[in-house]
Each structure stands twice: as C-alpha cells, then as structure tokens.
C-alpha cells in the first residue's frame, strides 16, 4: 500500500519501528534471564499502556473527522462548478482521489500497529507475573502464548529459511494451581532451545531444502485424568543421542558453544516442574529427527 501523506507515514513507520525494536529488545533480554525481573520492578508493561490506550482511543474520531471533511469537499466540489483553476491545479497537484482512498487504509494499519503493541504489552505482564508465596490458579494456555508471542521475532521468515511453523493443539484444561512465572520460565526455556535446534539443523541446507522440509515446533496440551495434565512440546531439529538425553538435566551440562547457552537451563526447569510443582518432565530425541519433552503437572497442590 502507498502512503503520499508524510505526517501520516513517518507515524506508521514509527509504530512498525517501535514493535520491532521492542521484539528484539524482549529477545536479548530473556536472553539472559531477567525480563520478569525488569518488568515486574519497573512497570514497563504499564508505562506502554498509557500511550497505546491513547492512540487506540482517537483512532475512530480521527476516522469520523477524515470522513467529514471528505463530506465537505464533496459539498464543495458539487457546489462550485466549474472549480476554480487554481484549487483544481492543487486537487490534481495532491492527488485527492487517491488520499481519499488511501488515508482510510492507513489509519486501519494504524490502528492494527497499536493492537499489535497492546498484545506485547499483554503477553510481557503475562509472562512476568510476580509468584506470591503460594500457588495461584493459572492457566497454562495463557502462559504458552504469551511466551509464543514474546519469541515471534525468532520464528519469522528471514533470507536463510522460511517461518518457523508453530502447530498448537490444546485441550480443555482447567485451571492448574502453578506458580506461573515460575512455569513461563520452563515454557520460554523449552521454546527458545527447540528454535536453537531448528536453527542447528539448517546448517548446510538451502532455503529451498528448509522449504520442502519446513521447521516446525509442535505444542501440545491434554488432560491426563482429574489430577493431573500434560503438556508435550516437541521439534524436527537435530535431536540428541542418548548418551546426552542422560545428561540433560544434570548441573551445568550443555550442548552449546560458549556464549550461546549457561547449562542452567533445563536443571532449572527440572527443579521447577518436579520440587516446586511435584510433577514430572522428560525428554525424548532421536538424532536427525527432532526432541520432545513432556511435562506432568498436578492440577491441584497436594
């Protein structure tokens, strides 16, 4: 869509600029481990709220008073015939019909720039919820998708491989008595390292090859019985033998290079899911095939 109105287009361009910005800014972040902290001390969600809710609310009136004056210019045009040659000139100078076309368009991407915002924004309070002292209920499927949200600049298509597919399949679970951003911190954790294995099992192979055979993270979530629920979430990377599947959750064990990953992670995950939750967390690889974990959580605290 073309945009002729400078004003008009330098706002677009600096919404689509700020979501950008804040999607990589949350990708370095969590990186090291301390958005929740951030978040929860500062209230940066809030902070963004205030102006989102500001925009959102004048878009209708900016719509309804672009309306008017179209109104107007139609009175005027049906009114003054002929048109006077020098407002005629700067019609044909501005190119009326096609702003009247246009401009409509453009506050739409607008308002959807905001919408876009406003969901971070939600996703990012979401997953830094300060635990109390005691379990909450929560539910896991809010957790997974905002987690899902916050890690979208990883999935996107770039010049080396197509989008990252996503393939969610969730059950009618109840509310799960969790410490949720303890839980969100497994989810990010399990998500980002599924992506490092798509990302290792690309190398060496085209965008068309990638294409034929597309990157894919499946999330899966079921009922076990009425105590308990499982969610499962698996990827085609590289997968691991079993010689590493031994020592995943061990103390500092890690398949990464230096300075991609801690080796805290997935023991971290362990203490979370099995001492703070009294559930249950284990993997299954194949080498060349791809990884699933899968995760068992009591619904109420025992």
Do not use: W
Not at 220 to 225: H, S
């Amino acid at each position: 869509m073309g945009v002729r109105t400078p004003k008009a287009a330098a706002v677009a361009a600096a919404t689509a600029g700020f979501a950008i910005e804040l999607h990589m800014a949350n990708g370095k972040i969590f990186a090291i481990g301390i958005l929740s902290k951030i978040v929860a001390a500062s209230g940066v969600a809030h902070e963004i709220n205030n102006p989102v809710g500001f925009l959102k609310g004048n878009i209708q009136p900016a719509l309804d008073y672009i309306s008017d004056l179209f109104g107007l210019i139609d009175l005027y045009q049906e009114r003054t015939s002929p048109p006077d040659p020098v407002i005629q000139a700067e019609i044909d100078e501005i190119d009326l019909e096609y702003i009247r076309e246009d401009l409509p368009k453009l506050i739409s991407s607008m308002r959807e720039g905001i919408e876009r915002i406003r969901n971070i924004s939600t996703s990012l309070r979401t997953f830094s919820r300060a635990d109390q002292d005691h379990k909450v209920p929560f539910d896991i499927h809010s957790g997974l998708d905002s987690t899902l949200l916050i890690l979208k600049h990883r999935l996107k298509a770039d010049d080396r491989r197509p989008e990252i597919k996503i393939i969610q399949e969730y059950g009618q679970l109840p509310a799960v008595d969790c410490y949720p951003g303890q839980l969100n911190q497994v989810f990010m954790n399990l998500l980002a390292n599924a992506i490092d294995a798509l990302e290792d099992s690309n190398k060496g192979r085209s965008y068309e090859e990638i294409q034929a055979h597309p990157n894919q993270i499946g999330i899966y979530t079921t009922v076990v019985d009425d105590q308990s629920i499982k969610i499962r979430i698996c990827d085609n990377g590289v997968g691991m033998d079993d010689a590493t599947q031994q020592k995943i959750f061990d103390h500092l064990f890690t398949t990464k290079e230096v300075g991609r990953g801690t080796g805290l992670g997935l023991e971290i995950a362990r203490q979370i899911i099995v001492e703070k939750h009294g559930g249950s967390i284990k993997v299954r690889s194949t080498v060349g095939q791809g990884t699933e974990f899968t995760i068992v959580l009591p619904i109420h605290e025992k």
